[in-house]
């Protein structure tokens, strides 16, 4: 008997007890190899000793103090250490507890910033189908995940919706990816225009898709054009980077690769990796000073934004990615398990595509390779691969609708970044195994 309300309710789920490096031990002892870090989350694993040092030392201090009325050291020197990390312009960080209250604010802020500088008639949002922002109202709205939408439609906001840069399942024959990235993101363009210039106040997307398609990375050049959109139109570009950022694709912040600075970027999960629940919203100097230099206020917040021991947590985390040098490491176990996919599933006749960057990759199934065809949903072949990764001592984040938002499976990876180049090894064939055994079963 339990009492508590489970995601899944008629599921028995074992019950986490204790963590050693990238393993979850349930109460049974069983161990299971967390690949997929819960939810792209747990980027040191679950047993870091200076992390869960640092959180007690804070608590031994002062566990909470409002922002209301104080701010805390450890805010200031994590808020510091993330303006250095961050792209050129971005310069101020407003701390919340996760992301789907970091995208919730951005998309507050950038209506506010409008009104600061004397632009009311600007309020609405662009952003793409196939991609997730969060499960608070307006991030959900924000959102493009067709099945987390459908329950909660009257309650949501308006928010147009252009197609995603996709390359798998959108680039022509004959077309080159830098052509399909331009076509992609002249559709901003071509939104924004159907809108009205002037009353579009942001553009929001992701930069590396995550749970709703599948780890997908943009084609080279599309946000540096979907940028240079938004500067001629005044427009704000606000990144998503909950899933993808904080080093989870090799770089501090995932849009240092498409060369791209936003005006508001989203961080949370790596950020905090697990140990205490955090999250941000990073923006530049520019949209701050309308802010500062306007009302002088933000009407925005929460109870526990900026959380003394959750941003401690964060430093710690934050200091052991870059003096453990994990960068690095993401890059190198990346590449190698980009090698051991394609080597264990390139060939797999049920496998459409690999793809992502660093310690962030997708795979995605299909009925038919040549057509791209995808598997009934009737099949639930994400949640019979899920249930035999399980049992295999397996965690990774399988996820349906990826092709249309209705059909379509996909396996979501992003381990530790501590995981070693045996750990990987072991990953990917614990993953075959699962996938070849969920395919027996629906087919």
Same mark, same amino acid.
């Given at each position: 008997?339990?009492?508590?309300? $489970?995601?899944?309710?008629?599921?028995?789920?074992?019950?986490?007890?204790?963590?050693?490096?990238?393993?979850?031990?349930?109460?049974?002892?069983?161990?299971?190899?967390?690949?997929?870090?819960?939810?792209?989350?747990?980027?040191?694993?679950?047993?870091?000793?200076?992390?869960? $040092?640092?959180?007690?030392?804070?608590?031994?201090?002062?566990?909470?103090?409002?922002?209301?009325?104080?701010?805390?050291?450890?805010?200031?020197?994590?808020?510091?250490?993330?303006?250095?990390?961050?792209?050129?312009?971005?310069?101020?960080?407003?701390? @919340?507890?996760?992301?789907?209250?970091?995208?919730?604010?951005?998309?507050?802020?950038?209506?506010?910033?409008?009104?600061?500088?004397?632009?009311?008639?600007?309020?609405?949002?662009?952003?793409?189908?196939?991609?997730?922002?969060?499960?608070?109202?307006?991030?959900?709205?924000?959102?493009?995940?067709?099945?987390?939408?459908?329950?909660?439609?009257?309650?949501?906001?308006?928010?147009?919706?252009?197609?995603?840069? /996709?390359?798998?399942?959108?680039?022509?024959?004959?077309?080159?990816?830098?052509?399909?990235?331009?076509?992609?993101?002249?559709?901003?363009?071509?939104?924004?225009?159907?809108?009205?210039?002037?009353?579009?106040?942001?553009?929001?997307?992701?930069?590396?898709?995550?749970?709703?398609?599948?780890?997908?990375?943009?084609?080279?050049?599309?946000?540096?054009?979907?940028?240079?959109?938004?500067? +001629?139109?005044?427009?704000?570009?606000?990144?998503?980077?909950? @899933?993808?950022? @904080?080093?989870?694709?090799?770089?501090?912040?995932?849009?240092? $690769?498409?060369?791209?600075?936003?005006?508001?970027?989203?961080?949370?999960?790596?950020?905090?990796?697990?140990?205490?629940?955090?999250?941000?919203?990073?923006?530049?100097? +520019?949209?701050?000073?309308?802010?500062?230099?306007?009302?002088?206020?933000?009407?925005?917040?929460?109870? /526990?934004?900026?959380?003394?021991?959750?941003?401690?947590?964060?430093?710690?985390?934050?200091?052991?990615?870059?003096?453990?040098?994990?960068?690095?490491?993401?890059?190198?176990?990346?590449?190698?398990?980009?090698?051991?996919?394609?080597?264990?599933?390139g060939n797999h006749a049920n496998i459409g595509d690999i793809r992502g960057r660093g310690l962030?990759?997708?795979?995605?199934?299909?009925?038919? +390779?040549?057509?791209?065809?995808?598997?009934?949903?009737?099949?639930?072949?994400?949640?019979?691969?899920?249930?035999?990764?399980?049992?295999?001592?397996?965690?990774?984040?399988?996820?349906?609708?990826?092709?249309?938002?209705?059909?379509?499976?996909?396996?979501?990876?992003?381990?530790?970044?501590?995981?070693?180049? $045996?750990?990987? +090894?072991?990953?990917?064939?614990?993953?075959?195994?699962?996938?070849?055994?969920?395919?027996?079963?629906?087919?």
């Amino acid at each position: 008997m339990t009492h508590v309300f $489970q995601r899944q309710i008629h599921d028995t789920l074992p019950r986490a007890a204790k963590g050693d490096g990238i393993y979850i031990i349930d109460s049974d002892g069983k161990r299971y190899l967390d690949a997929s870090g819960g939810a792209a989350v747990s980027c040191l694993g679950h047993s870091d000793p200076d992390v869960i $040092q640092a959180i007690k030392d804070q608590v031994d201090s002062l566990a909470f103090a409002h922002t209301g009325f104080f701010s805390s050291q450890p805010a200031e020197e994590l808020a510091g250490l993330l303006a250095a990390k961050a792209p050129d312009g971005i310069d101020m960080v407003y701390f @919340m507890s996760g992301g789907s209250e970091a995208v919730e604010a951005a998309l507050k802020m950038a209506r506010q910033y409008f009104l600061e500088i004397g632009e009311p008639s600007r309020g609405k949002i662009i952003a793409r189908r196939q991609s997730y922002h969060g499960n608070t109202l307006g991030a959900l709205a924000t959102g493009g995940n067709a099945l987390r939408r459908e329950p909660f439609e009257p309650l949501l906001i308006e928010v147009s919706h252009i197609v995603p840069c /996709y390359a798998y399942r959108y680039r022509l024959d004959g077309e080159t990816d830098e052509e399909y990235a331009i076509r992609a993101a002249d559709e901003l363009e071509a939104e924004i225009q159907r809108l009205g210039p002037d009353t579009v106040c942001a553009f929001v997307a992701e930069t590396v898709v995550g749970a709703t398609a599948g780890v997908v990375p943009p084609s080279p050049g599309y946000f540096k054009r979907i940028r240079e959109i938004c500067d +001629r139109h005044g427009v704000l570009l606000i990144l998503d980077e909950v @899933m993808c950022g @904080m080093g989870r694709t090799g770089t501090t912040f995932a849009c240092e $690769q498409d060369g791209v600075t936003p005006d508001i970027v989203c961080i949370a999960k790596g950020l905090g990796a697990g140990y205490q629940p955090i999250g941000a919203a990073l923006v530049t100097q +520019r949209v701050f000073r309308a802010f500062s230099e306007g009302s002088g206020f933000f009407q925005h917040g929460h109870t /526990y934004m900026g959380h003394p021991t959750a941003c401690a947590g964060a430093l710690a985390v934050q200091r052991k990615i870059e003096t453990a040098g994990l960068l690095d490491a993401v890059r190198t176990q990346g590449a190698l398990l980009d090698e051991l996919l394609h080597e264990r599933l390139g060939n797999h006749a049920n496998i459409g595509d690999i793809r992502g960057r660093g310690l962030f990759r997708g795979v995605e199934l299909v009925a038919d +390779r040549a057509s791209k065809e995808p598997f009934d949903p009737a099949l639930k072949l994400n949640a019979r691969i899920k249930k035999h990764a399980m049992d295999r001592g397996l965690i990774c984040y399988p996820g349906g609708g990826t092709a249309d938002g209705a059909r379509g499976d996909h396996v979501l990876l992003a381990p530790p970044f501590i995981i070693d180049g $045996q750990q990987v +090894r072991d990953l990917v064939g614990l993953l075959g195994d699962a996938i070849d055994a969920a395919l027996n079963d629906a087919c």
